[in-house]
Every structure is written in structure tokens, then in C-alpha cells.
């Protein structure tokens, strides 16, 4: 089956400095890629959608200027978080849509543990 | 998206069947059907998808009454391994770019 892979999956740092987490679909070429953030015990909330080639879409209450996403590919997308902070502590998760199927077929990483000291 | 509504949680017993009902009174003509499990600090992983009626595959079966306004996942002969998260979604692949909106989820205990 498809493939989506994170990188890093944990990451440490102190509040105020800025992280870079990737999501790459390594055998299928996706246009489309989400993220979300899920933190202990409760579900996952959609963050942002990111289009290859053009600016991401952000949900409603999300600030574009504190994560940063850039799909400069057709198989990678990235979600830097700015400033860190302690309560930007989460599970960050991304899934990629296989653009060559004829349906929604969403593939997940397997997330991006976070700790903002 | 057509917002849906599961049980918090279940708890079973190895070896039993668990069945898993998700309400989606307001699911579009369009849209389909699937449920994800999740394990801790692992993303999602699929489990099932369908339309209308019912579909099996190795790990699970779906049944769809002809209103579509409510799904069942069925899990046969449950292990410990099964003990997760289950996330039942609908949603169209067309539409709002194929977003999927997570619900609450049904946490299953399978107990030994």
C-alpha cells in the first residue's frame, strides 16, 4: 500500500525557536496534503490543506504565520512551527491524497511528536 | 461535511464479534463511507470504505442500510491487537478538496 513517512518523528526544543517537520508520500504523487494536530486523548483536528504549487488552505482559527507550510513538490510538503511555544506541544500528523485515484484516498504518516520546553 | 456520531467508547472481550455504529443522519448523495483506527502516537491507518450496503474485506465488514444516514463497522473474532481508536468519516473526494473532519471516535477495549 501507499506510503506517507515524517520526519522527525519526536522533536525537542526550547520555546521561541522554530521547527520543520516533513511529510513525503514515497510512492504515489499527491497535489493534496493535510495537516492535523492531535493532542492526548482527543481526536484529530485539521489544521491546514496543502496544495502543491500554491498557497495552503488554513481552518478557521489556525494562524497561517505561525505554521508555515510549503509544498514545493509533488511528494513532499512541510509544516514549520514558528516560535514554539509550550502549548504548541502536540502530535502534528499529516496525510497525503493519491492524485492518480479516482477517489479520496488519504494516506497517513505516521505523526510528529512535538515537546516545546 | 456531514458530522458524525459515534459511541465513546466499547469494551469486548477476545474473540468476540464487536460491531460499531456511526450515525450520519446528514450524509450528502455523494458522499462515502470509511473508518480509520488509530493507535497511540501512530496516524491513522484505513480500515474500510463503502457507499451503500455492504462490503467486506480481510479485516472487517461495513454495512450501509438504504438510508446511508448511519453505518456499522464489524470487527470479527477481536484480539488485544485490535484494542485502538476507530474513526468513522464521511465525506465526498470532490468536495472541499477531499478534507476529512474527525469526529470524536469510538475507543475499543478488547479485554482478555
Known amino acids: 500500500g501507499a506510503v506517507v513517512s515524517q520526519h522527525p518523528s519526536r522533536v525537542i526544543c526550547k520555546s521561541g525557536t522554530s521547527v520543520k517537520i516533513e511529510c513525503r508520500s514515497l510512492d504515489f504523487q499527491a497535489t493534496t496534503m493535510f495537516w492535523y494536530r492531535q493532542f492526548p486523548k482527543q481526536s484529530l483536528m485539521l489544521m491546514a490543506t496543502?496544495?502543491?504549487?500554491?498557497?495552503?488552505?488554513?481552518e478557521q482559527g489556525v494562524e497561517k504565520d505561525k505554521f508555515l507550510i510549503n509544498h514545493a513538490s509533488l511528494t513532499l510538503s512541510t509544516l514549520t512551527v514558528t516560535s514554539a511555544h509550550p502549548e504548541d506541544s502536540s502530535f502534528y500528523i499529516c496525510?497525503?491524497?493519491?492524485?492518480?485515484?479516482?477517489?479520496?484516498?488519504?494516506?497517513f504518516g505516521p505523526g510528529t511528536r512535538l515537546t516545546v520546553l | 461535511l456531514a458530522k458524525t456520531t459515534q459511541p465513546i467508547s466499547m469494551d469486548s472481550y477476545e474473540g468476540q464479534e464487536v460491531n460499531i455504529t456511526c450515525s450520519h443522519n446528514n450524509i450528502a448523495t455523494n458522499d462515502y463511507i470509511t473508518w480509520y483506527q488509530q493507535f497511540p502516537s501512530q496516524g491513522p491507518r484505513f480500515i474500510i470504505q463503502g457507499y451503500k450496503t455492504k462490503v467486506t474485506n480481510e479485516v472487517a465488514s461495513l454495512f450501509i442500510p438504504a438510508d446511508r444516514k448511519s453505518s456499522t463497522l464489524s470487527l470479527p473474532r477481536v484480539s488485544l491487537s485490535d484494542t485502538a481508536v476507530y474513526y468513522c468519516?464521511?465525506?465526498?473526494?470532490?468536495?472541499?478538496?477531499?478534507?476529512?473532519?474527525f469526529g470524536q471516535g469510538t475507543e475499543l477495549s478488547v479485554k482478555p
Open positions: 496525510s497525503a491524497r493519491n492524485s492518480g485515484s479516482s477517489y479520496n484516498e488519504q494516506f
Open positions: 496543502s496544495n502543491e504549487g500554491s498557497k495552503a488552505t488554513y
Open positions: 468519516l464521511v465525506g465526498d473526494g470532490n468536495n472541499q478538496g477531499g478534507k476529512l473532519i
